[in-house]
Nanobody, 114 residues
Framework: QVQLVESGGGLVQAGGSLRLSCTAS????????MRWYRQAPGKQRESVATIYSAGSTNYEDSVKGRFTISRDNAKNTVYLQMNSLKPEDTAVYYC????????WGQGTQVTVSS
C-alpha cells in the first residue's frame, strides 16, 4: 500500500528558507519520477518541481533558481529546498509519483509573510 507523508512546512518571512520532505512507503522513489505540487487557497494544484528516475530535474518558471528538488534513495525520501521565499509561494505542498499517481498525502503548509 503506497503512502506519501510530507513534512517540513511552516511560517517564514519573505526571503527565508524551508526544506520540505516527502517520505514514501510501499513504492520506491529512486526508480520513479517524482514531483512536488502546491495548491494555494482558491487555486488549482500546480506542478512545482520534478525529479526523474535518472536524476535530472525540471522546475516551474516561478521557482527556478530558488527551489531545488532532490532525493535520498536510502531513505526513500524526496526533498524540496526552498530559498528566497516569496509571499506568493504560500500554499499547501504535496508530492506524488508522476506515473501511477498514488494516494495524496495530507500535504505540508508553507506560509510566507511579507
Amino acid at each position: 500500500q503506497v503512502q506519501l507523508v510530507e513534512s517540513g512546512g511552516g511560517l517564514v518571512q519573505a526571503g527565508g528558507s524551508l526544506r520540505l520532505s516527502c517520505t514514501a512507503s510501499g513504492r520506491s522513489v529512486s526508480i520513479n519520477t517524482m514531483r512536488w505540487y502546491r495548491q494555494a487557497p482558491g487555486k488549482q494544484r500546480e506542478s512545482v518541481a520534478t525529479i526523474y528516475s535518472a536524476g535530472s530535474t525540471n522546475y516551474e518558471d516561478s521557482v527556478k533558481g530558488r527551489f531545488t528538488i532532490s532525493r535520498d534513495n536510502a531513505k526513500n525520501t524526496v526533498y524540496l529546498q526552498m530559498n528566497s521565499l516569496k509571499p506568493e509561494d504560500t500554499a499547501v505542498y504535496y508530492c506524488n509519483f508522476v506515473i501511477g499517481v498514488g494516494p495524496w498525502g495530507q500535504g505540508t503548509q508553507v506560509t510566507v509573510s511579507s
